[in-house]
C-alpha cells in the first residue's frame, strides 16, 4: 500500500448536539488513525471537507496529503445516503 487509506467509515448522529458525524479508521502500512469530523450535508463545501480530512489524516500519518486515498466518491456517497435516510426518519 502506496497510500493511506480509509478502510471503516460509519456515519452517525451525535445524541447529545444531534449533529452528524463521520467516524473512520485510515491506515497506512502498519499504522491506524481513528478520526472523526462533523458535517451538515446540506452546506458541505465538497472539495474543502475532502482537502480538509486528507491534509488531516495526512499530518497523523506524516505523509504528503496527495498518498492519501479517501476514495471521494464511495465516501460522500455513504455520507449522502446517510443525509437522505435520516431526513426520512424525521418527516
Do not use: S
Amino acid at each position: 500500500m502506496l497510500e493511506a487509506t480509509i478502510v471503516k467509515a460509519v456515519i452517525v448522529q451525535d445524541e447529545k448536539t444531534f449533529k452528524t458525524k463521520l467516524l473512520g479508521v485510515a491506515e497506512y502500512f502498519d499504522d491506524c488513525i481513528n478520526f472523526q469530523t462533523e458535517f451538515d450535508w446540506e452546506t458541505l463545501d465538497l472539495h474543502g471537507f475532502l482537502t480538509d480530512l486528507r491534509e488531516k489524516l495526512a499530518e497523523g500519518f506524516d505523509i504528503p496529503p496527495n498518498r492519501v486515498d479517501l476514495k471521494d466518491r464511495q465516501l460522500l456517497g455513504k455520507m449522502e445516503q446517510y443525509h437522505k435516510l435520516y431526513k426520512e426518519m424525521q418527516q
